[in-house]
Every structure is written in C-alpha cells, then in structure tokens.
C-alpha cells in the first residue's frame, strides 16, 4: 500500500487542527483528507470535540445541571408589557394611595402645629424612641450591609473573576487604594445629646453630628452634616450643610450651599452659594445674605433679603419684599409682593388667584399668571380611560406574576383563597405588624432606609396580591382553566369586576381594602406552608 494511501494518526489530526505541523506537512494532511473519507471523518470528529473544549473553557458562567436549567417559557411579551405599562402601574400606585395619604395628612394632625403633631413628632420621634431602638437598628442595618456586600462580592465573582487577569487587575487596584497616601482623613463624627462647637474651635475637616442640639460657634473647614432637634450656626462652615431638624436658624455664615429639611428654617448670615429646602416655614430676614439661588417647597416663605439670582418656589403663601436678580417661578395659592420687592427677570405664578404686587415694588416685566383649579368633575370618558388604564395595568402585573410563579400561584389561589376568613384575618394582623415595624424602623435615622423600604415593599405586594383574588372570582365564574391562556382570561374577568367596584364612591374604598388584605393573607399563609413544608423535609433526608 503507498504512502498516499495509509490513514493519517489522530495524533497528526489534533496537531493539525492546533495548527502545530510543519507547512510542507500540513499542505500533505490537507491533501490526504480530501481524498481519504476516513480520515475527513475523523478530521471532523476531532474539530467538533476541540471547539466545544475551547467554548467550554472561555465560558464566563458555570454552566448549570440540566434538572436546574429553567423551563423556558414564551414570555417575552409579557416582560416587554411589563417595561411598557410600569410607569402606568407606578402612576396608579401614586394617584389612588399614596398621594390621598399625603394630602390627607393635614387633616389628621400631620401639619406640624396640631396636638398630633406635638405628640407623635415632637416627642415620640425625637425625645425617646430614637434613643430606645438606635443600638438595635445600628446592628440590623450592619447585618444588612453585610449580607448584601456577600452576595454582590458572590456573583461578582462567579461572573467576572473567574478568570486570573481579571482577579490580578483587581489585586493591583487594590493595593493601589490600600497603599495610597492617606491625605484626607475620615470626617470628625459625634452622636451626643447635645454638640457645641465653641467659639475660636476649628474642626479640620468634615463633621457629622448627630443629636437633639447642635450649636456651631466655630469654624469647620469642610462639610456640615447634621440631624437633630435644633441647629444654631453662628460660626463659619468653609463647606456646604446638610441638615435635617426641626428647626434650623443660620446667624453665622456657610461658604458653600445650605440643603435642609427643617419644620422652621431662619437665614440672619450669609450663605456663599445656593439653597435647597423644604419644610414648613422659611424666612430670609433682613440682614441675610445669599449669593446663588434659593429653591423652596414650604408651606409659608417670607424673603425680606436680596436673591442674586434665580428663586423657584412651591408654597402655600410666599411673600416677597426683597430684590431678585434673576428669574422667579412660584407655584402655591397666594403670592405678595412688597414696596421693596424687585424682580429682575421673568416672573410667573401658577396659583388659584393672581399675585398681590404692591405699586411700589420694581418689575422687570409683569407677572405672567396661570390659574391652576382642580377639576371637581371629570368627564365620562375620562373616567373611563381611568378606568381602563388601571385595569390594564394590574392586568399586565398580575399576568407576570402567573407566568413567572405558576406553582406558587397555583398553591395560593387553590388553597389558601378560598378560605377567605382566614386569609383575610391573616392578611389584616400581617399588614398591621409590617406596619408597627415599618414605622418603628423609620423613627431612627439609621433605620429610615429600612423602613421606607419595607413600606415599599408591603405597598406594593398589597397591590400585587389582589391578582390572586382576581384569579379566584374568574374561576367562580367560568371555571377551572386548563390551559395558560384561560387562566389569564379569568384574572383578566376578576381584575375587570374588582376595578368596576372600586369606581363606586365608598364602596371602592371597601373593596380596595378587602382585596388586599385578603389576598396578602392567602400569600402570607402559602409562605408559612412552604416553609414547614421546608423545615419537615430536612430531617427526612437526614
């Protein structure tokens, strides 16, 4: 047999498709493999073991074991309606619950002058609880921190450093941080019941102070941060201040810009740059001093200093009896301006009646008014859209839910929702229990981020549960479905009824009320069935 004719070494293949042999030797492998059909063969054996080798050893994710690979689903549409209708479900989250809330707070004592006010705000908030939870919500917040730090630094790993360059150009960043010469040093902080910076102290850098009283009489060379009861700034912030109290009275002066949340805030100095507030009442008196601009959302503003540049205001009642060098934008529902006001720039007010301007005070055009009055009647179709909107929308996110949890909300509408009196009870002692913690977390500063989380969080599942109601009423009516699409059909025919019996006045809020609670519930006692299900299992397999 000649030489032409013999087969070629798998080993000579591999080196072949590595690209290792010799030029002369390779044009003769090439050659042979196109005359020999044994040999192609083996070729392409070898070529498709090789490139799966190499796809497998630069693959960026593990590859997970085919009994955990997810099922998939056709359910790209419904994650494309859920990008598309979120800012219609945010809206509706906004218009039906939380916005009555807010704008109902006044009426129930929430104003910062009523008796409620001086007991739940003034004392509960800032003379004890604080006090009583800080050290245990400190603790949580860490764990916290430290849970998520794990996880994140977990899946970073996993997706990213798997690889050694990556890992090595993260140590060298690292020790780059690490051994970087320290030039500025952590920021001086203070938790105390009472702070006082005395006069002729300077602190040489940022201060953070934490407590019921904080006076300034000093000088700090960087940033103010400050929450408490009362703030007195007499001495000199070289930085900027960022401040939360009850009342915040500036006498001294701030090189940078002043940023607070304060039920009473007072300028009598001088502020080198801008303000940003937002509170109850503010007042510029009339040895003040402002350089940048001032924008405000008050309840009641009184400018009796000069604003250089631009003013926006959103307040009840403004009034203004100084210059303003720029532009002014008011939104609220009276506007005054005195002889000594000035307006150098445009000026308009949206507001239910036209600016009072006295005769003497210097426009540098009139002001343009916009009435602003609330629509006490809405046209049917309007309504109607409303209507449609809304159902839409929970349509589309109790859809999502179905299809990306079908077991879960298969277990909850089947088991749990039938049982309405349970479910209910259940849902009523969760919601109120979330509640109590949501709003004793929120009462500390550490524990706020926490709380306006979990009041998110049980907002939003008390919106989400009503599909489970929603799914239960359509199978009364039309049945058991047997398919995907049927099952989408009655949570379409619930959602269609519970939306029909929330337009009625008085009844909606019932109805409101009632799906929520009973659907939280059923999905609050499918959890704890999941999770005995789940501690019952460990022992067995042990």
Not at 296 to 314: K, M
Not at 418 to 438: E, R
Not at 496 to 505: D, G, H, Q, R, V
């Given at each position: 047999m000649s030489e032409s004719a013999k087969h070629v070494e798998e080993l000579t293949i591999m080196r072949f498709l590595d690209g290792e042999l010799s030029q002369e030797r390779e044009q003769k492998?090439?050659?042979?493999?196109?005359?020999?059909?044994?040999?192609?063969?083996?070729?392409?054996?070898?070529?498709?073991?090789?490139?799966?080798?190499?796809?497998?050893?630069?693959?960026?994710?593990?590859?997970?074991?085919?009994?955990?690979?997810?099922?998939?689903?056709?359910?790209?549409?419904?994650?494309?309606?859920?990008?598309?209708?979120?800012?219609?479900?945010?809206?509706?989250?906004?218009?039906?619950?939380?916005?009555?809330?807010?704008?109902?707070?006044?009426?129930?004592?929430?104003?910062?002058?009523?008796?409620?006010t001086s007991l739940v705000i003034q004392g509960i908030l800032w003379e004890g609880w604080s006090d009583m939870f800080t050290d245990f919500f400190e603790g949580m917040a860490l764990f916290l921190v430290a849970v998520a730090a794990g996880c994140v630094l977990h899946w970073g790993w996993r997706r990213f450093l798997s690889s050694a360059a990556t890992l090595s150009l993260l140590l060298v960043a690292l020790s780059g941080v690490l051994t970087a010469p320290a030039s500025v040093q952590a920021a001086v902080i203070k938790h105390v019941e009472t702070y006082t910076l005395r006069e002729g102290e300077v602190i040489d850098n940022d201060l953070?102070?934490?407590?019921?009283?904080?006076?300034?009489?000093?000088?700090?060379?960087?940033?103010?941060?400050?929450?408490?009861?009362?703030?007195?700034?007499?001495?000199?912030?070289?930085?900027?201040?960022?401040?939360?109290?009850?009342?915040i009275e500036v006498t001294g002066s701030i090189n940078g810009s002043l940023r607070a949340g304060a039920q009473t805030l007072i300028i009598d100095g001088e502020v080198g740059r801008n303000i940003t507030a937002?509170?109850?009442?503010?007042?510029?008196?009339?040895?003040?001093?402002?350089?940048?601009?001032?924008?405000?959302?008050?309840?009641?503003?009184?400018?009796?200093?000069?604003?250089?540049?631009?003013?926006?205001?959103?307040?009840?009642?403004?009034?203004?009896?100084?210059?303003?060098?720029?532009?002014?934008?008011?939104?609220?529902?009276?506007?005054?301006?005195?002889?000594?006001?000035?307006?150098?720039?445009?000026?308009?007010?949206?507001?239910?009646?036209?600016?009072?301007?006295?005769?003497?005070?210097?426009?540098?055009?009139?002001?343009?008014?916009?009435?602003?009055e609330d629509d006490e009647e809405e046209s049917m179709t309007s309504r109607i859209w409303a209507l449609f909107g809304y159902w839409a929308a929970a349509f589309i996110l109790s859809a999502a839910i179905m299809l990306m949890t079908p077991e879960a909300t298969e277990g909850v509408v089947t088991r749990h929702v039938?049982?309405?009196?349970?479910?209910?009870?259940?849902?009523?002692?969760?919601?109120?229990?979330?509640?109590?913690?949501?709003f004793l977390v929120s009462v500390t500063l550490v524990g706020l981020p926490l709380g306006l989380t979990t009041a998110f969080v049980l907002?939003?599942?008390?919106?989400?549960?009503?599909?489970?109601?929603?799914?239960?009423?359509?199978?009364?009516?039309?049945?058991?479905?047997?398919?995907?699409?049927q099952a989408l059909g009655r949570v379409a025919l619930g959602l269609?009824?519970?939306?029909?019996?929330?337009?009625?006045?008085v009844v909606g809020s019932v109805v409101t009320m009632i799906a929520a609670l009973w659907g939280f519930g059923a999905l609050s006692l499918y959890v704890m069935d999941r999770r005995k299900q789940t501690e019952n299992a460990v022992p067995a397999e042990a």
């Open positions: 492998t090439r050659e042979h493999l196109i005359r020999c059909a044994s040999c192609r063969a083996a070729h392409e054996a070898l070529k498709a073991e090789t490139e799966l080798l190499r796809a497998a050893i630069l693959e960026r994710e593990e590859a997970l074991p085919g009994h955990l690979r997810p099922r998939h689903a056709d359910v790209s549409w419904v994650l494309v309606a859920m990008i598309a209708f979120g800012t219609l479900a945010v809206s509706t989250l906004w218009t039906r619950y939380v916005q009555p809330i807010i704008e109902s707070m006044e009426s129930i004592g929430l104003d910062g002058t009523s008796v409620a953070i102070v934490l407590g019921r009283r904080v006076v300034i009489k000093g000088t700090v060379t960087g940033d103010l941060i400050v929450c408490a009861v009362s703030v007195e700034i007499s001495g000199e912030v070289q930085g900027d201040v960022l401040g939360i109290a009850r009342r937002g509170g109850e009442v503010v007042r510029l008196r009339p040895g003040a001093t402002l350089r940048g601009s001032l924008i405000a959302g008050f309840r009641e503003v009184v400018l009796n200093a000069p604003v250089p540049r631009d003013l926006i205001l959103a307040a009840k009642t403004s009034q203004i009896d100084a210059r303003i060098g720029g532009s002014v934008l008011v939104f609220g529902e009276r506007l005054e301006v005195g002889p000594n006001g000035a307006i150098g720039g445009e000026a308009k007010f949206f507001g239910a009646k036209e600016p009072e301007v006295s005769a003497d005070a210097q426009l540098n055009s009139p002001f343009e008014f916009e009435k602003v039938p049982d309405y009196g349970k479910s209910f009870l259940v849902g009523l002692i969760a919601s109120v229990v979330l509640f109590a913690f949501t907002t939003i599942g008390l919106y989400f549960s009503q599909a489970y109601v929603a799914a239960y009423i359509g199978r009364e009516i039309l049945g058991t479905p047997t398919s995907a699409g269609f009824l519970i939306y029909i019996a929330k337009s009625i006045p």
